[in-house]
């Protein structure tokens, strides 16, 4: 399965009243494995970001005047994303977002060529996730990093980029656990701009964090005849080599 983990930065709250994309992150997964695959991009609005947004995510008018604008970017996000599975943590909010962009896009362009996002990719909101799992408890990400002992030391201010990464880290956590990995962007390529030699370290899942589920007493008597009849199959079973050749 690929899943694309994904976080978006914005001008304002509300799309509906004119706000805009301003920085994309994304890291691409495969079979719950980090591929090194990224997009990151920085988007100019062609609008003032609100001064509580810059409050949020650090991000000036200044930082994205030079940026290229969402129509020049739009295609090359669209390949990256188009049919993946897409891990968003409030995911109505930047689908939302992402969903606008595409319409306003199609609108100047004449034709409806891209999006809606949720006709062409699986929708997964990490945020519902969270609430099912852990209902009437705080499920932001510095909430869930917390429960689930990831390190977001490094997380200030918000960004796209490093809170996909981050999420990436709490989705493999809530469903089941991560795998070490350390793999750098060079070892997939990347996508967009601004994500050159950024290196995505997994982190090893803290001893004792599993369920580990025991067996009843009937599933340990089906296995025990399972045993029994290999040994009178084959005249032996390579389980009864481990440990003390006790059946286990």
């Not at 949720?118 to 009437?136: M, S, V």
């Not at 977001?152 to 981050?166: K, M, Q, T």
């Not at 990995?181 to 997939?188: Q, V």
């Not at 369920?211 to 389980?239: N, Q």
């Amino acid at each position: 399965m690929r899943q694309i983990i994904l976080d978006t930065e914005t001008t304002g709250i509300d799309p509906r009243e004119g706000h805009r994309l301003i920085e994309i992150g994304a890291v691409e997964m495969v079979n719950r494995r980090l591929t090194g695959n990224t997009y990151h991009q920085y988007i100019n609005p062609e609008r003032e970001i609100e001064a509580e947004a810059i409050g949020v995510h650090g991000i000036t008018n200044e930082r994205v005047a030079d940026e290229p604008r969402f129509a020049e970017i739009a295609d090359a996000f669209w390949a990256f994303i188009e049919g993946a599975e897409l891990v968003i943590h409030n995911a109505p909010f930047d689908v939302g977002f992402m969903d606008h962009e595409f319409a306003m896009l199609n609108r100047a362009r004449g034709e409806p060529r891209l999006g809606p996002v949720a006709e062409h990719c699986r929708i997964l909101d990490t945020l519902q996730l969270a609430r099912d799992k852990h209902p009437g408890q705080r499920n932001n990400l510095d909430a869930l990093c917390k429960r689930y002992e990831i390190d977001n030391g490094h997380r200030v201010l918000h960004g796209a980029l490093l809170d996909a990464e981050i999420l990436a880290d709490v989705y493999l956590a809530m469903t089941g656990g991560q795998t070490a990995l350390l793999l750098d962007a060079s070892a997939g390529g990347e996508g967009g701009g601004g994500a050159g030699g950024l290196a995505i370290r997994r982190l090893a899942l803290a001893p004792g964090s599993l369920a580990v589920t025991r067996p009843s007493d009937a599933e340990l008597a089906a296995h025990r005849a399972k045993l029994s009849a290999i040994r009178e199959a084959s005249g032996e079973c390579g389980w009864d080599r481990l440990g003390d050749g006790v059946p286990h």
